[in-house]
């Protein structure tokens, strides 16, 4: 009779606080992601001017260090296209006006600007596509929100084999009660750094 496999979370939490993040972290398997910054999330979020601080860290940081960046942007699908999760998310008929969907940081042309209809970067993109192409198995993770498309993400990109990085303070939401409980969730599993470990790594 097979023996039953025991989860040991003592273990799980260990491993996560010993990541070997200068192997991870190289510049040139690693990619930085800015997710949904529009400035109707951004006006939203609980700290934004830590959040805004921290994220140009980051980007500086990966524009120093060459790493590619990919900006993400919240995509409506076509009008009669619509799946049936989105459509009973927004019942409501709620929309942001074009003003509040532009970004507070601007992409730079050598910048990917990614466009994206769901919670998960994967979905429906070529996102997968660029990282095999390239080399690149470390995704450092910014933006907005924390518990919705950052979380979603970083888990499909664990399950397809690929690291996720979350810098702590360069990702927020609306909601800090959500916010704190996706990073100590994310914690047990993937690296949760801040921006200045990520400046230092990347110098």
Do not use: C
Request: net charge positive; charged share 20%; proline share 5%.
């Amino acid at each position: 009779m097979a023996k039953a496999l025991k989860f040991n979370y003592k273990q799980v939490k260990d491993m996560a606080t010993s990541w070997p993040l200068p192997d991870i972290l190289k510049p040139s398997q690693s990619v930085l992601v800015v997710w949904d910054v529009h400035k109707a999330l951004v006006n939203s979020i609980f700290n934004k001017e830590e959040f805004i601080n921290a994220l140009n860290t980051s980007i500086t940081a990966a524009r120093q260090a060459k790493v590619p960046i990919v900006f993400t942007k919240i995509t409506p699908y076509p009008q009669g296209f619509e799946s049936p999760s989105s459509k009973l998310l927004y019942r409501s008929g709620f929309q942001f006006k074009p003003e509040e969907m532009e970004l507070v940081v601007q992409p730079s042309a050598d910048d990917i600007v990614l466009n994206k209809n769901t919670w998960s970067i994967f979905v429906g993109t070529n996102f997968e596509l660029l990282l095999r192409n390239s080399n690149r198995s470390t995704i450092v993770f910014t933006g907005i929100a924390t518990e919705i498309g950052i979380e979603t993400s970083a888990r499909h990109a664990f399950a397809l084999g690929l690291i996720p990085v979350i810098i702590r303070d360069a990702v927020s939401s609306r909601n800090r009660e959500g916010h704190e409980r996706s990073l100590t969730n994310m914690s047990s599993f993937f690296p949760i750094i801040t921006s200045i470990d990520l400046m230092n790594h990347w110098k």
